[in-house]
Protein backbone atom coordinates (compact mmCIF):
# COMPACT_ATOMS: atom_id res chain seq x y z
CA UNK A 1 0.00 0.00 0.00
CA UNK A 2 1.33 3.57 -0.48
CA UNK A 3 -0.15 4.98 2.14
CA UNK A 4 1.55 2.86 4.53
CA UNK A 5 4.69 2.85 2.55
CA UNK A 6 4.82 6.56 3.01
CA UNK A 7 4.07 6.06 6.92
CA UNK A 8 6.72 3.30 7.09
CA UNK A 9 9.42 6.09 5.46
CA UNK A 10 8.39 8.48 8.15
CA UNK A 11 9.20 6.07 10.66
CA UNK A 12 12.80 5.74 9.45
CA UNK A 13 13.56 9.23 9.46
CA UNK A 14 11.80 9.87 12.78
CA UNK A 15 13.71 6.81 14.40
CA UNK A 16 16.85 6.91 11.95
CA UNK A 17 19.52 4.08 13.68
CA UNK A 18 16.83 2.58 16.24
CA UNK A 19 14.93 1.18 13.56
CA UNK A 20 16.11 -2.14 12.82
CA UNK A 21 13.21 -3.32 10.43
CA UNK A 22 9.93 -2.07 9.12
CA UNK A 23 7.98 -4.03 6.76
CA UNK A 24 4.58 -4.97 5.87
CA UNK A 25 3.54 -8.76 6.45
CA UNK A 26 0.57 -10.71 6.61
CA UNK A 27 -1.78 -8.29 6.65
CA UNK A 28 0.06 -6.37 9.53
CA UNK A 29 2.39 -3.77 9.72
CA UNK A 30 5.34 -4.89 11.82
CA UNK A 31 8.39 -2.64 12.63
CA UNK A 32 11.43 -3.75 14.81
CA UNK A 33 13.15 -1.64 17.40
CA UNK A 34 16.51 -1.67 18.93
CA UNK A 35 15.80 -1.22 22.40
CA UNK A 36 18.45 1.22 23.02
CA UNK A 37 16.10 4.38 24.12
CA UNK A 38 12.94 2.35 23.63
CA UNK A 39 10.63 5.17 25.56
CA UNK A 40 11.68 7.55 23.07
CA UNK A 41 10.77 5.73 20.18
CA UNK A 42 7.07 5.26 21.31
CA UNK A 43 6.78 8.82 22.58
CA UNK A 44 7.40 9.58 18.84
CA UNK A 45 5.08 7.05 17.65
CA UNK A 46 2.75 7.90 20.41
CA UNK A 47 2.84 11.88 19.87
CA UNK A 48 3.86 12.56 16.45
CA UNK A 49 0.85 13.50 15.09
CA UNK A 50 1.43 11.71 11.37
CA UNK A 51 1.51 8.59 13.42
CA UNK A 52 -0.72 9.12 16.56
CA UNK A 53 -0.14 5.60 18.01
CA UNK A 54 -2.16 6.94 20.99
CA UNK A 55 -3.32 3.20 22.43
CA UNK A 56 -1.65 0.74 23.56
CA UNK A 57 -3.54 -2.46 23.22
CA UNK A 58 -1.04 -5.17 24.36
CA UNK A 59 2.45 -6.26 25.64
CA UNK A 60 3.71 -9.83 25.34
CA UNK A 61 6.89 -11.53 24.70
CA UNK A 62 7.86 -14.97 22.60
CA UNK A 63 10.61 -16.86 23.28
CA UNK A 64 13.01 -18.39 20.32
CA UNK A 65 14.78 -20.76 22.33
CA UNK A 66 17.53 -22.23 20.29
CA UNK A 67 15.40 -20.37 17.31
CA UNK A 68 16.67 -17.44 17.29
CA UNK A 69 19.21 -14.96 18.53
CA UNK A 70 18.85 -12.93 20.32
CA UNK A 71 15.99 -15.34 22.30
CA UNK A 72 13.69 -13.31 23.63
CA UNK A 73 11.30 -10.30 21.81
CA UNK A 74 9.20 -8.10 23.60
CA UNK A 75 6.21 -7.55 21.81
CA UNK A 76 3.71 -4.26 21.61
CA UNK A 77 0.66 -3.78 19.96
CA UNK A 78 -0.06 -0.03 19.46
CA UNK A 79 -2.72 1.37 17.35
CA UNK A 80 -4.35 4.83 16.25
CA UNK A 81 -7.73 5.46 16.78
CA UNK A 82 -8.25 8.11 14.00
CA UNK A 83 -6.44 6.39 11.58
CA UNK A 84 -7.61 3.18 12.10
CA UNK A 85 -4.21 2.09 12.27
CA UNK A 86 -2.67 -0.86 14.04
CA UNK A 87 1.29 -1.17 14.53
CA UNK A 88 3.09 -4.07 15.85
CA UNK A 89 6.64 -3.51 17.46
CA UNK A 90 8.56 -6.03 18.27
CA UNK A 91 12.26 -5.41 20.17
CA UNK A 92 15.05 -8.10 20.33
CA UNK A 93 16.30 -9.22 24.06
CA UNK A 94 18.75 -10.97 24.87
CA UNK A 95 19.51 -13.73 27.07
CA UNK A 96 22.15 -12.49 29.38
CA UNK A 97 20.48 -9.05 29.84
CA UNK A 98 16.69 -9.83 29.43
CA UNK A 99 15.60 -6.06 30.02
CA UNK A 100 13.84 -3.19 28.36
CA UNK A 101 12.78 0.12 29.03
CA UNK A 102 9.29 0.15 30.95
CA UNK A 103 6.29 2.21 29.12
CA UNK A 104 4.29 3.15 32.14
CA UNK A 105 5.65 6.55 31.60
CA UNK A 106 3.97 6.29 28.93
CA UNK A 107 0.84 4.24 29.43
CA UNK A 108 -0.08 2.92 32.82
CA UNK A 109 -1.45 0.47 31.79
CA UNK A 110 1.38 -0.89 31.23
CA UNK A 111 2.54 -1.62 34.42
CA UNK A 112 -0.26 -4.62 34.61
CA UNK A 113 1.34 -6.20 31.17
CA UNK A 114 4.88 -5.50 32.02
CA UNK A 115 4.56 -7.45 35.40
CA UNK A 116 3.01 -10.21 33.54
CA UNK A 117 5.96 -10.77 31.18
CA UNK A 118 8.22 -10.64 34.23
CA UNK A 119 6.02 -13.00 35.49
CA UNK A 120 6.22 -15.56 32.86
CA UNK A 121 9.40 -14.96 31.08
CA UNK A 122 11.39 -13.10 33.47
CA UNK A 123 12.22 -9.58 31.10
CA UNK A 124 12.77 -7.25 33.27
CA UNK A 125 11.67 -3.88 32.59
CA UNK A 126 14.01 -0.90 34.19
CA UNK A 127 12.28 2.14 36.13
CA UNK A 128 8.70 -0.03 36.12
CA UNK A 129 7.46 1.29 39.36
CA UNK A 130 6.71 -2.03 40.88
CA UNK A 131 7.69 -5.42 39.33
CA UNK A 132 6.24 -8.14 41.23
CA UNK A 133 4.66 -11.47 40.18
CA UNK A 134 1.37 -10.99 39.15
CA UNK A 135 0.10 -14.16 38.08
CA UNK A 136 1.58 -16.77 39.85
CA UNK A 137 3.07 -16.39 43.73
CA UNK A 138 5.95 -14.79 45.25
CA UNK A 139 8.06 -18.27 45.65
CA UNK A 140 7.76 -19.49 42.35
CA UNK A 141 10.79 -20.63 41.36
CA UNK A 142 11.60 -19.95 36.99
CA UNK A 143 9.66 -18.61 34.36
CA UNK A 144 7.34 -20.96 33.07
CA UNK A 145 6.57 -19.47 29.75
CA UNK A 146 10.17 -20.15 28.69
CA UNK A 147 10.56 -22.90 26.13
CA UNK A 148 13.44 -24.80 28.21
CA UNK A 149 10.67 -24.50 31.45
CA UNK A 150 9.03 -28.50 31.01
CA UNK A 151 5.38 -28.24 30.79
CA UNK A 152 4.70 -30.96 33.43
CA UNK A 153 7.43 -29.47 36.00
CA UNK A 154 6.27 -29.76 39.77
CA UNK A 155 7.41 -26.86 42.01
CA UNK A 156 7.61 -28.04 46.09
CA UNK A 157 4.46 -26.29 48.23
CA UNK A 158 5.03 -23.30 49.96
CA UNK A 159 4.61 -23.10 53.74
CA UNK A 160 2.04 -21.16 54.63
CA UNK A 161 3.34 -17.16 54.93
CA UNK A 162 3.61 -15.64 57.93
CA UNK A 163 1.83 -12.37 57.93
CA UNK A 164 3.44 -9.73 60.40
CA UNK A 165 1.01 -7.34 62.52
CA UNK A 166 -2.10 -9.05 61.84
CA UNK A 167 -5.38 -9.30 64.30
CA UNK A 168 -5.83 -12.63 65.62
CA UNK A 169 -8.92 -13.45 67.52
CA UNK A 170 -7.72 -15.16 70.76
CA UNK A 171 -11.49 -16.71 71.39
CA UNK A 172 -11.47 -18.51 68.24
CA UNK A 173 -7.56 -19.55 68.57
CA UNK A 174 -8.72 -21.04 72.05
CA UNK A 175 -11.65 -22.89 70.48
CA UNK A 176 -9.61 -24.49 68.05
CA UNK A 177 -7.36 -25.67 70.53
CA UNK A 178 -10.16 -26.90 72.14
CA UNK A 179 -11.85 -28.84 69.70
CA UNK A 180 -8.41 -30.31 68.41
CA UNK A 181 -8.36 -31.47 72.26
CA UNK A 182 -11.22 -32.99 72.29
CA UNK A 183 -10.61 -34.86 68.67
CA UNK A 184 -7.42 -35.56 70.53
CA UNK A 185 -5.44 -33.60 67.55
CA UNK A 186 -1.91 -32.94 68.83
CA UNK A 187 -0.43 -30.23 67.04
CA UNK B 1 -14.91 21.38 65.81
CA UNK B 2 -13.61 20.87 69.64
CA UNK B 3 -9.85 20.54 70.25
CA UNK B 4 -9.92 17.06 71.24
CA UNK B 5 -11.71 16.01 68.22
CA UNK B 6 -8.77 17.32 66.23
CA UNK B 7 -6.84 15.36 67.22
CA UNK B 8 -8.35 11.67 67.81
CA UNK B 9 -5.68 9.27 66.16
CA UNK B 10 -6.39 7.96 62.93
CA UNK B 11 -4.33 4.95 61.78
CA UNK B 12 -4.89 3.92 58.32
CA UNK B 13 -6.32 -0.45 58.72
CA UNK B 14 -5.02 -2.57 56.39
CA UNK B 15 -8.06 -5.09 55.23
CA UNK B 16 -7.96 -7.46 52.75
CA UNK B 17 -10.95 -8.26 51.23
CA UNK B 18 -10.99 -12.05 49.37
CA UNK B 19 -10.02 -14.15 47.33
CA UNK B 20 -13.38 -15.35 48.16
CA UNK B 21 -15.80 -12.60 48.94
CA UNK B 22 -19.33 -13.18 48.72
CA UNK B 23 -19.96 -10.07 46.73
CA UNK B 24 -17.20 -10.50 44.26
CA UNK B 25 -18.66 -12.89 41.62
CA UNK B 26 -14.92 -13.98 40.92
CA UNK B 27 -11.53 -15.06 42.95
CA UNK B 28 -9.96 -12.02 42.97
CA UNK B 29 -8.15 -10.36 46.22
CA UNK B 30 -8.06 -6.44 46.84
CA UNK B 31 -5.46 -5.45 49.67
CA UNK B 32 -7.04 -2.36 51.03
CA UNK B 33 -5.26 0.88 52.96
CA UNK B 34 -8.07 2.17 54.14
CA UNK B 35 -9.48 5.20 56.98
CA UNK B 36 -12.27 4.71 58.24
CA UNK B 37 -13.98 3.34 55.42
CA UNK B 38 -12.32 5.41 52.87
CA UNK B 39 -10.68 3.92 50.79
CA UNK B 40 -6.97 5.13 50.29
CA UNK B 41 -5.39 2.56 48.30
CA UNK B 42 -6.16 -0.44 46.71
CA UNK B 43 -3.71 -3.30 45.51
CA UNK B 44 -5.30 -5.87 43.18
CA UNK B 45 -3.62 -9.27 43.39
CA UNK B 46 -4.89 -11.75 40.75
CA UNK B 47 -3.78 -14.76 39.20
CA UNK B 48 -6.10 -17.45 41.56
CA UNK B 49 -7.43 -18.65 38.66
CA UNK B 50 -3.95 -19.42 36.49
CA UNK B 51 -4.16 -21.79 34.77
CA UNK B 52 -1.15 -21.89 31.88
CA UNK B 53 -3.52 -21.28 28.85
CA UNK B 54 -0.77 -19.86 26.90
CA UNK B 55 1.70 -22.83 27.95
CA UNK B 56 -1.41 -25.56 27.72
CA UNK B 57 -2.05 -23.84 23.82
CA UNK B 58 1.39 -24.37 22.93
CA UNK B 59 1.28 -28.01 23.16
CA UNK B 60 -2.04 -28.63 21.74
CA UNK B 61 -2.73 -28.65 18.29
CA UNK B 62 -4.59 -25.81 16.44
CA UNK B 63 -7.81 -26.98 16.53
CA UNK B 64 -7.54 -28.76 20.11
CA UNK B 65 -6.85 -24.94 21.37
CA UNK B 66 -11.04 -24.11 20.42
CA UNK B 67 -12.00 -25.53 24.33
CA UNK B 68 -9.20 -23.77 25.64
CA UNK B 69 -10.93 -20.16 24.27
CA UNK B 70 -14.31 -21.04 25.87
CA UNK B 71 -13.01 -20.83 29.27
CA UNK B 72 -11.28 -17.78 28.64
CA UNK B 73 -14.68 -15.43 29.51
CA UNK B 74 -17.13 -18.26 29.46
CA UNK B 75 -19.80 -15.26 29.29
CA UNK B 76 -19.37 -14.77 25.92
CA UNK B 77 -17.32 -18.50 25.00
CA UNK B 78 -18.73 -17.64 21.59
CA UNK B 79 -17.16 -14.39 20.75
CA UNK B 80 -13.73 -16.20 21.96
CA UNK B 81 -14.27 -18.99 19.46
CA UNK B 82 -14.78 -16.70 17.10
CA UNK B 83 -11.87 -14.46 17.84
CA UNK B 84 -9.40 -17.35 17.63
CA UNK B 85 -10.44 -18.61 14.53
CA UNK B 86 -10.51 -15.70 12.69
CA UNK B 87 -6.47 -14.61 13.85
CA UNK B 88 -5.54 -18.29 12.63
CA UNK B 89 -7.76 -17.81 9.51
CA UNK B 90 -6.01 -14.74 8.85
CA UNK B 91 -2.90 -16.44 9.65
CA UNK B 92 -3.95 -18.98 6.89
CA UNK B 93 -4.73 -16.35 4.60
CA UNK B 94 -8.28 -17.83 3.86
CA UNK B 95 -11.80 -16.04 3.96
CA UNK B 96 -14.86 -18.14 5.27
CA UNK B 97 -18.38 -18.40 3.43
CA UNK B 98 -20.67 -15.32 3.56
CA UNK B 99 -23.06 -17.44 5.33
CA UNK B 100 -20.50 -19.03 8.05
CA UNK B 101 -19.59 -15.54 8.53
CA UNK B 102 -22.99 -14.08 9.33
CA UNK B 103 -23.39 -17.12 11.41
CA UNK B 104 -20.70 -15.66 13.58
CA UNK B 105 -22.16 -12.33 13.54
CA UNK B 106 -25.16 -13.55 15.13
CA UNK B 107 -23.48 -15.66 17.88
CA UNK B 108 -21.06 -13.25 18.72
CA UNK B 109 -23.92 -10.61 19.21
CA UNK B 110 -26.04 -13.29 21.29
CA UNK B 111 -23.04 -14.17 23.74
CA UNK B 112 -22.53 -10.22 24.00
CA UNK B 113 -25.69 -9.81 24.68
CA UNK B 114 -25.46 -13.22 27.55
CA UNK B 115 -22.04 -11.11 28.65
CA UNK B 116 -24.27 -8.02 29.31
CA UNK B 117 -26.85 -9.81 30.79
CA UNK B 118 -24.88 -11.46 33.25
CA UNK B 119 -23.20 -8.55 34.19
CA UNK B 120 -25.95 -5.97 35.05
CA UNK B 121 -27.97 -8.70 36.68
CA UNK B 122 -25.30 -9.46 38.80
CA UNK B 123 -24.16 -6.17 39.92
CA UNK B 124 -27.83 -5.16 40.35
CA UNK B 125 -28.65 -8.33 42.59
CA UNK B 126 -25.42 -7.35 44.44
CA UNK B 127 -27.16 -3.64 45.27
CA UNK B 128 -30.02 -5.37 46.25
CA UNK B 129 -31.74 -5.33 43.38
CA UNK B 130 -33.00 -9.23 43.40
CA UNK B 131 -35.78 -8.96 41.21
CA UNK B 132 -34.27 -6.90 38.39
CA UNK B 133 -31.09 -9.67 38.48
CA UNK B 134 -33.74 -11.83 38.33
CA UNK B 135 -35.01 -10.65 35.41
CA UNK B 136 -31.96 -10.17 33.58
CA UNK B 137 -31.27 -14.03 34.36
CA UNK B 138 -34.35 -15.06 33.09
CA UNK B 139 -33.39 -12.95 29.71
CA UNK B 140 -30.14 -14.87 30.12
CA UNK B 141 -31.25 -17.60 30.50
CA UNK B 142 -33.65 -17.87 27.11
CA UNK B 143 -30.69 -16.58 25.62
CA UNK B 144 -28.77 -19.71 26.74
CA UNK B 145 -31.45 -21.97 25.28
CA UNK B 146 -30.62 -20.85 21.56
CA UNK B 147 -27.01 -21.16 22.21
CA UNK B 148 -27.82 -24.70 24.20
CA UNK B 149 -30.02 -25.47 20.88
CA UNK B 150 -27.70 -24.51 18.39
CA UNK B 151 -24.33 -26.06 20.07
CA UNK B 152 -25.36 -28.79 22.64
CA UNK B 153 -23.96 -26.85 25.51
CA UNK B 154 -24.81 -23.97 27.37
CA UNK B 155 -21.06 -22.60 28.66
CA UNK B 156 -18.33 -24.20 27.05
CA UNK B 157 -19.48 -24.50 23.66
CA UNK B 158 -16.77 -24.74 21.05
CA UNK B 159 -18.99 -24.16 18.08
CA UNK B 160 -16.47 -22.32 16.00
CA UNK B 161 -13.65 -24.53 13.44
CA UNK B 162 -10.91 -22.97 11.96
CA UNK B 163 -12.27 -22.60 8.48
CA UNK B 164 -16.02 -22.47 9.52
CA UNK B 165 -18.72 -23.48 12.07
CA UNK B 166 -19.62 -27.05 13.17
CA UNK B 167 -22.59 -27.50 11.60
CA UNK B 168 -25.36 -25.07 10.32
CA UNK B 169 -28.68 -22.84 12.11
CA UNK B 170 -31.21 -25.24 13.27
CA UNK B 171 -34.04 -25.11 11.00
CA UNK B 172 -35.70 -23.34 13.94
CA UNK B 173 -33.47 -21.07 14.67
CA UNK B 174 -34.82 -17.27 13.68
CA UNK B 175 -38.20 -18.37 14.79
CA UNK B 176 -36.88 -18.66 18.43
CA UNK B 177 -34.66 -15.85 18.76
CA UNK B 178 -37.48 -13.80 16.96
CA UNK B 179 -39.82 -15.24 19.66
CA UNK B 180 -36.56 -15.18 22.58
CA UNK B 181 -35.85 -11.70 21.78
CA UNK B 182 -39.49 -10.60 22.06
CA UNK B 183 -39.27 -11.63 25.47
CA UNK B 184 -36.17 -10.42 26.32
CA UNK B 185 -36.86 -7.34 25.05
CA UNK B 186 -39.62 -7.29 27.61
CA UNK B 187 -37.64 -8.23 29.98
CA UNK B 188 -35.57 -5.19 29.65
CA UNK B 189 -37.79 -2.62 29.54
CA UNK B 190 -38.95 -3.91 33.11
CA UNK B 191 -35.46 -3.51 34.38
CA UNK B 192 -34.93 -0.30 32.73
CA UNK B 193 -38.03 0.50 34.82
CA UNK B 194 -37.52 -1.00 37.71
CA UNK B 195 -33.49 0.32 37.78
CA UNK B 196 -32.47 3.22 35.46
CA UNK B 197 -34.65 6.16 37.49
CA UNK B 198 -34.34 4.04 41.17
CA UNK B 199 -33.44 6.02 43.64
CA UNK B 200 -31.26 4.02 45.62
CA UNK B 201 -29.83 2.33 42.90
CA UNK B 202 -28.61 5.73 41.04
CA UNK B 203 -27.62 7.00 44.19
CA UNK B 204 -25.03 3.83 44.68
CA UNK B 205 -24.34 3.96 41.13
CA UNK B 206 -23.81 7.31 39.59
CA UNK B 207 -20.62 9.56 40.45
CA UNK B 208 -18.97 6.22 41.77
CA UNK B 209 -16.52 4.75 40.63
CA UNK B 210 -15.66 7.78 37.93
CA UNK B 211 -12.48 7.37 35.97
CA UNK B 212 -11.74 10.33 33.54
CA UNK B 213 -10.73 9.72 29.55
CA UNK B 214 -7.59 10.52 30.15
CA UNK B 215 -6.48 8.15 32.94
CA UNK B 216 -9.33 5.42 30.98
CA UNK B 217 -6.95 5.92 27.44
CA UNK B 218 -3.80 6.12 29.79
CA UNK B 219 -4.85 2.44 31.44
CA UNK B 220 -5.70 0.92 27.90
CA UNK B 221 -9.40 0.44 28.79
CA UNK B 222 -11.42 -0.72 26.49
CA UNK B 223 -14.78 -1.70 25.75
CA UNK B 224 -17.89 -0.47 27.86
CA UNK B 225 -15.15 0.90 30.75
CA UNK B 226 -13.60 2.91 27.89
CA UNK B 227 -16.93 3.94 26.19
CA UNK B 228 -18.42 5.40 29.24
CA UNK B 229 -15.94 7.78 29.26
CA UNK B 230 -17.50 9.09 25.84
CA UNK B 231 -14.59 7.42 23.56
CA UNK B 232 -15.81 5.17 20.68
CA UNK B 233 -13.63 2.86 20.03
CA UNK B 234 -15.53 -0.34 19.16
CA UNK B 235 -13.26 -2.62 17.34
CA UNK B 236 -16.70 -3.40 15.44
CA UNK B 237 -16.38 0.00 14.25
CA UNK B 238 -13.19 0.98 13.85
CA UNK B 239 -11.49 -2.18 12.19
CA UNK B 240 -14.42 -3.71 11.29
CA UNK B 241 -14.21 -7.62 11.03
CA UNK B 242 -16.44 -10.11 9.37
CA UNK B 243 -19.53 -8.45 7.72
CA UNK B 244 -19.37 -5.67 10.56
CA UNK B 245 -19.62 -3.00 8.24
CA UNK B 246 -22.88 -4.35 6.50
CA UNK B 247 -25.58 -3.92 9.40
CA UNK B 248 -26.59 -0.52 10.69
CA UNK B 249 -26.11 -0.09 14.28
CA UNK B 250 -24.58 2.59 16.79
CA UNK B 251 -22.05 2.80 19.64
CA UNK B 252 -23.44 3.88 22.36
CA UNK B 253 -21.28 6.17 24.55
CA UNK B 254 -21.11 7.98 27.86
CA UNK B 255 -20.42 11.18 29.66
CA UNK B 256 -19.33 10.42 32.84
CA UNK B 257 -17.10 7.91 32.84
CA UNK B 258 -19.08 6.52 36.29
CA UNK B 259 -20.76 3.07 36.75
CA UNK B 260 -23.80 4.52 36.24
CA UNK B 261 -22.94 5.14 32.78
CA UNK B 262 -21.21 1.84 32.11
CA UNK B 263 -24.54 0.15 32.95
CA UNK B 264 -26.57 2.42 30.58
CA UNK B 265 -23.64 1.63 28.37
CA UNK B 266 -24.42 -1.85 28.54
CA UNK B 267 -27.85 -1.92 28.75
CA UNK B 268 -27.97 0.08 25.06
CA UNK B 269 -25.74 -2.58 23.90
CA UNK B 270 -27.91 -5.04 24.44
CA UNK B 271 -30.35 -3.43 22.02
CA UNK B 272 -27.80 -2.75 19.42
CA UNK B 273 -26.84 -6.42 19.64
CA UNK B 274 -30.65 -7.41 19.35
CA UNK B 275 -30.70 -5.17 16.19
CA UNK B 276 -27.82 -6.73 14.26
CA UNK B 277 -29.09 -10.31 15.64
CA UNK B 278 -32.41 -8.86 13.88
CA UNK B 279 -30.72 -7.60 10.61
CA UNK B 280 -28.34 -10.67 10.51
CA UNK B 281 -30.87 -13.07 10.20
CA UNK B 282 -32.82 -11.16 7.72
CA UNK B 283 -30.21 -10.91 5.15
CA UNK B 284 -28.56 -14.40 5.87
CA UNK B 285 -27.47 -15.81 2.85
CA UNK B 286 -27.46 -19.68 2.09
CA UNK B 287 -24.45 -21.82 1.02
CA UNK B 288 -22.12 -23.44 2.49
CA UNK B 289 -20.64 -23.05 6.41
CA UNK B 290 -17.35 -24.36 5.27
CA UNK B 291 -14.02 -23.12 3.34
CA UNK B 292 -14.16 -25.15 0.51
CA UNK B 293 -10.52 -26.37 1.23
CA UNK B 294 -9.77 -29.83 2.45
CA UNK B 295 -6.22 -28.73 4.04
CA UNK B 296 -8.66 -27.17 7.11
CA UNK B 297 -11.72 -29.02 6.93
CA UNK B 298 -12.26 -32.51 7.81
CA UNK B 299 -14.03 -34.61 5.77
CA UNK B 300 -17.52 -36.11 5.51
CA UNK B 301 -18.36 -39.04 7.81
CA UNK B 302 -19.45 -41.36 5.05
CA UNK B 303 -15.94 -40.91 3.48
CA UNK B 304 -13.71 -41.53 6.29
CA UNK B 305 -15.70 -45.11 6.87
CA UNK B 306 -16.47 -45.61 2.98
CA UNK B 307 -12.68 -44.75 1.70
CA UNK B 308 -9.27 -45.18 2.82
CA UNK B 309 -8.64 -41.67 1.31
CA UNK B 310 -10.99 -40.32 3.48
CA UNK B 311 -9.71 -42.01 6.59
CA UNK B 312 -6.42 -41.27 6.54
CA UNK B 313 -7.29 -37.19 5.78
CA UNK B 314 -9.67 -37.29 8.90
CA UNK B 315 -6.28 -39.03 10.74
CA UNK B 316 -3.74 -36.52 9.44
CA UNK B 317 -5.71 -33.74 10.44
CA UNK B 318 -6.96 -35.58 13.88
CA UNK B 319 -3.14 -36.68 15.01
CA UNK B 320 -1.09 -33.94 13.16
CA UNK B 321 -3.42 -30.79 13.28
CA UNK B 322 -3.90 -28.59 10.42
CA UNK B 323 -1.02 -27.14 9.08
CA UNK B 324 -0.95 -23.39 9.29
CA UNK B 325 1.98 -21.81 7.68
CA UNK B 326 5.21 -19.76 9.73
CA UNK B 327 4.43 -16.45 10.49
CA UNK B 328 2.50 -14.32 13.30
CA UNK B 329 -0.63 -12.71 13.44
CA UNK B 330 -2.48 -10.78 15.55
CA UNK B 331 -6.67 -9.68 15.24
CA UNK B 332 -9.00 -8.59 17.37
CA UNK B 333 -12.47 -9.00 18.27
CA UNK B 334 -14.95 -6.76 20.26
CA UNK B 335 -15.68 -8.70 23.32
CA UNK B 336 -18.04 -8.36 26.05
CA UNK B 337 -15.72 -6.17 27.92
CA UNK B 338 -13.45 -4.70 25.45
CA UNK B 339 -11.07 -5.55 22.88
CA UNK B 340 -10.17 -9.43 22.91
CA UNK B 341 -6.83 -9.40 20.52
CA UNK B 342 -5.29 -12.93 19.97
CA UNK B 343 -1.81 -12.86 19.18
CA UNK B 344 -0.23 -15.98 17.39
CA UNK B 345 3.33 -16.64 16.37
CA UNK B 346 3.33 -20.22 14.13
CA UNK B 347 6.90 -21.71 13.34
CA UNK B 348 4.74 -23.94 10.49
CA UNK B 349 3.10 -27.63 11.60
CA UNK B 350 0.29 -28.60 13.71
CA UNK B 351 1.19 -26.76 16.67
CA UNK B 352 0.63 -23.41 17.84
CA UNK B 353 4.34 -21.83 18.91
CA UNK B 354 2.91 -18.95 21.12
CA UNK B 355 -0.44 -18.44 21.45
CA UNK B 356 -1.34 -15.23 23.53
CA UNK B 357 -4.83 -13.53 24.67
CA UNK B 358 -5.42 -9.55 25.18
CA UNK B 359 -7.38 -9.64 28.24
CA UNK B 360 -10.10 -7.55 28.61
CA UNK B 361 -10.55 -7.96 32.59
CA UNK B 362 -6.64 -8.03 33.23
CA UNK B 363 -6.00 -4.32 31.84
CA UNK B 364 -9.35 -3.24 33.85
CA UNK B 365 -7.83 -4.76 37.24
CA UNK B 366 -4.74 -2.83 36.33
CA UNK B 367 -6.86 0.41 35.93
CA UNK B 368 -9.03 -0.70 39.18
CA UNK B 369 -7.45 1.37 42.19
CA UNK B 370 -7.71 4.12 39.49
CA UNK B 371 -11.80 3.73 40.26
CA UNK B 372 -12.43 2.88 43.87
CA UNK B 373 -9.41 5.81 45.26
CA UNK B 374 -11.29 7.55 47.80
CA UNK B 375 -14.59 6.19 47.64
CA UNK B 376 -16.14 4.10 50.60
CA UNK B 377 -15.30 0.48 51.14
CA UNK B 378 -18.99 -0.53 49.91
CA UNK B 379 -18.21 1.05 46.57
CA UNK B 380 -16.29 -1.44 45.49
CA UNK B 381 -18.90 -3.69 45.24
CA UNK B 382 -20.61 -2.29 42.18
CA UNK B 383 -17.87 -1.01 40.73
CA UNK B 384 -16.10 -4.11 40.38
CA UNK B 385 -19.79 -5.45 39.13
CA UNK B 386 -19.69 -3.39 36.34
CA UNK B 387 -15.91 -4.39 35.41
CA UNK B 388 -17.12 -8.00 34.90
CA UNK B 389 -14.06 -9.76 35.66
CA UNK B 390 -14.17 -13.13 34.47
CA UNK B 391 -11.22 -14.99 36.53
CA UNK B 392 -11.23 -17.35 33.81
CA UNK B 393 -10.17 -14.46 31.02
CA UNK B 394 -8.17 -12.35 33.41
CA UNK B 395 -6.03 -15.01 34.73
CA UNK B 396 -5.44 -17.30 32.13
Known amino acids: ?187 | MRAEDQDLPVDIMELQMGPSHPATHGTIKFNLQLEGEKILDCDVEVGFLHRGFDKSCEQATWTQVIPYTDRLNYASSLINNVGYALAVEKLIGAETPPRCQYIRVIISELARIFDHLTCCGMAASELGAITAGFYMIEARELITRIIENLTGARLTVTYVRIGGVKHDLPPDFAECVAQTLKTVRRLLDDCDRLLSRNRIFLDRMSNVGVISQEKALSYCLSGPLLRATGVEYDVRKTFPYLVYDQFDFEVPVGSRGDNYDRFLCRLREIEQSMKIVEQALAKLPVGPVWIDDPRFVLPEKEKVYGSIEGLMHHFKIIMEGIQVPAGETYFAVEGGNGELGFYIVSEGGGRPYRMRVRPPCFIAMGAFHEMVKGYMIADIIPTFGMVNMIGGECDR
Not at chain 1, 45 to 68: G, R
Not at chain 1, 86 to 113: K, Q
Not at chain 1, 145 to 172: A, H, M, W
Open chain 1, 1 to 187: MPESSAQFSFIQDKLGAKVVDIRSAQGDDVLILNRAGLRDSFLVLKQEAQLDFDFLSDITAVDYWQKKEPRFEVVYQILSRKKRQRLRVRVPVPENDPAVESLTPLWRGANFLEREVWDLYGIRFTDHPDLRRILLYDEFQGFPLRKDYPVNLCQPRVPERKIEGTFVDERSANKLLRLKKTLGIKN
